[in-house]
T-cell receptor, first 115, second 113 residues
Framework: DGGITQSPKYLFRKEGQNVTLSCEQN?????MYWYRQDPGQGLRLIYY???????QKGDIAEGYSVSREKKESFPLTVTSAQKNPTAFYLC??????????????FGEGSWLTVV | GDSVTQMEGPVTLSEEAFLTINCTYT??????LFWYVQYPGEGLQLLLK?????DKGSNKGFEATYRKETTSFHLEKGSVQVSDSAVYFC????????????FGTGTRLLVSP
């Protein structure tokens, strides 16, 4: 089945550690995104990528890093510089960049908790 | 900048009641408008969308009409079910050369039997 797979579903991180969240899509979409969801704040864009080997910062990129070495993969690293990383992280993809009517499809999300 | 404002929740209804969740937006140009639904512990699913003024999006009994004159995209359903209990997000996407969704804060809907 086509879709977006995020892993792990739940992740616990100690203070000072970096963690990487995986996102893989088999929809052959060009664009991929990472969003962060906090209670009562909706979703905020962390990073996005329109093509392989290229990505741009979103609204809240500080303390995060990404890579886009393959079209189907867009991993997110939450670094120790991220002051409040506990949140629900959503990966997404869409078929064509530059068209506002295209649907963005979401994965099931990953819960990150700092302990 | 672009923004989306949704009515605060939770919205609590009995089964078969009529649902309205208000959504208004601020954007330059002519955005596309979306409603996404999130069930507990899951990601977001597209519920419906409209890409130009006066378009009506519809799916699973839900409807929303793109009203440019009032900058609104209110979600409605004539008869809700318990299974509709979820968080609903209104979002817009502007044609800036790259598609970026701007979300409202979400409205939780609770439907009781």
């Amino acid at each position: 089945d086509g879709g977006i797979t995020q892993s792990p579903k739940y992740l616990f991180r100690k203070e000072g550690q970096n963690v990487t969240l995986s996102c893989e899509q088999n929809l052959n979409h060009d664009a991929m995104y990472w969003y962060r969801q906090d209670p009562g704040q909706g979703l905020r864009l962390i990073y996005y990528s329109q093509i392989v080997n290229d990505f741009q910062k979103g609204d809240i990129a500080e303390g995060y890093s990404v890579s886009r070495e393959k079209k189907e993969s867009f991993p997110l690293t939450v670094t120790s510089a991220q002051k409040n990383p506990t949140a629900f992280y959503l990966c997404a993809s869409s078929p064509l960049q530059g068209r506002s009517g295209n649907t963005i499809y979401f994965g099931e999300g990953s819960w990150l908790t700092v302990v | 900048g672009d923004s989306v404002t949704q009515m605060e929740g939770p919205v609590t209804l009995s089964e078969e009641a009529f649902l309205t969740i208000n959504c208004t937006y601020t954007a330059t140009g002519y955005p596309s408008l979306f409603w996404y639904v999130q069930y507990p512990g899951e990601g977001l699913q597209l519920l419906l969308k409209a890409t130009k003024a006066d378009d009506k999006g519809s799916n699973k009994g839900f409807e929303a009409t793109y009203r440019k004159e009032t900058t609104s995209f209110h979600l409605e359903k004539g008869s809700v079910q318990v299974s509709d209990s979820a968080v609903y997000f209104c979002a817009l996407s502007t044609n800036t050369g790259f598609q970026k969704l701007v979300f409202g804060t979400g409205t939780r809907l609770l439907v009781s039997p």
